[in-house]
């Protein structure tokens, strides 16, 4: 008796309808791949240790990575040994940061992202022209305790449309609106819509603040998510961005969705009768992540996963220019 061990293995009925749906564009952004490079080129160029101050981006696998290589992780700079390098963070910092830094003498490479860097001048700007601010976004997340830093005589926090009702305005025809890079598209024009109805002169800022690697990503899990039976978003739990991935692919119709930080976290009963498993990832993720949750559910007898493109990125951002010029200097000596 012979067995033809060349031949594919027969799928059952339930199998051969299975999809795993992947979406294009997903994972890092020009802002976290320009943070990440950044510690990195510093490890190489002044060696260990280097400080950043909080996370450099919001995810614990980049950043055990990195404190591996002999990046240490602080929360404040009296953290700090004086004289020291350290890295600000993808998510910015205020001038009271910065002002610090300098009292301690501290080597400074600013690693904010250039989008989150656009909304500090255009808060600065509304104040210089003594407006009254109103910055949607989540209390306490890193990136708005910086842009608020920029003018908080003039910047009030609105972190929903159920806090419009109590605002309070010196003129309300000077008013403006600022926004978190990454929050919601669909959630910031609802508190948007409710500032304005209170607020008719409410003005714009001059650009989207929704940073274009967050609404892509939101655009591509909308359509991996109409028809899906669950959706995987792999993130961290601190990351803004990938929480609301989760939201608007339940909001766009997906079965059920949940944030997982790697493949370890998958619950195997989330698959029990599930066709359609549609898989996405946030800004600060590496895509190693995302392939180690396609090798789980290929042996789960999922198939490859089929990639569904909503949008081009080819957006890159320079190296912080302080550290261009150390690299450039290193490459002369």
């Not at 802002?31 to 260990?48: C, F, P, Q």
């Not at 608020?148 to 010196?170: F, K, M, N, T, Y």
């Not at 498993?277 to 590496?286: D, E, H």
Request: with cysteine; glycine share 6%.
């Amino acid at each position: 008796m012979s067995i033809d061990l060349g031949q594919p293995r027969v799928l059952s009925p339930d199998e051969a309808e299975r999809e795993v749906l992947l979406a294009a564009p997903r994972g890092y952004c020009a802002g976290v791949d320009r943070a990440v490079i950044t510690v990195e080129k510093a490890l190489d160029l002044y060696g260990s240790p280097v400080y950043v101050r909080k996370q450099i981006v919001h995810n614990k696998h980049v950043v055990s990575d990195l404190e591996a290589r002999g990046a240490i992780f602080v929360e404040e700079l009296d953290e700090v040994p004086a004289g020291a390098t350290v890295v600000f963070s993808a998510h910015g910092v205020s001038p009271e940061v910065h002002r610090q830094a300098e009292v301690r003498s501290l080597k400074t490479i600013d690693a904010t992202c250039p989008l989150v860097t656009k909304v500090h001048h255009e808060a600065k700007r509304f104040a210089a022209d003594d407006y009254d601010i109103l910055l949607i976004g989540h209390e306490g997340h890193e990136e708005v305790e910086g842009t608020a830093g920029e003018a908080p005589e003039h910047i009030q926090l609105v972190q929903s449309p159920a806090d419009v009702a109590g605002i309070v305005v010196r003129d309300p025809a000077k008013v403006a609106w600022l926004s978190q890079t990454t929050l919601s598209v669909d959630e910031t024009l609802e508190t948007v819509a409710a500032i304005r109805e209170r607020f008719p002169q409410l003005l714009d800022p001059p650009s989207d603040d929704i940073c274009y690697a967050t609404q892509n990503r939101q655009l591509a899990v909308k359509e991996i998510a109409k028809d899906a039976d669950l959706v995987i978003v792999v993130g961290s739990g601190n990351s803004s961005n990938s929480v609301r991935l989760v939201e608007v692919a339940l909001e766009a119709g997906a079965a059920a969705a949940y944030r997982v930080d790697d493949a370890s976290e998958i619950v195997e009963a989330w698959l029990d009768g599930v066709r359609t498993v549609s898989v996405t990832s946030g800004a600060s993720v590496p895509e190693e992540l995302v392939e180690g949750v396609l090798a789980f559910l290929a042996e789960r007898g999922y198939p490859d996963a089929k990639a569904v493109h909503s949008a081009e990125e080819s957006l890159i951002f320079a190296l912080p220019p302080e550290l261009r010029r150390d690299l450039r200097a290193a490459s002369k000596s």
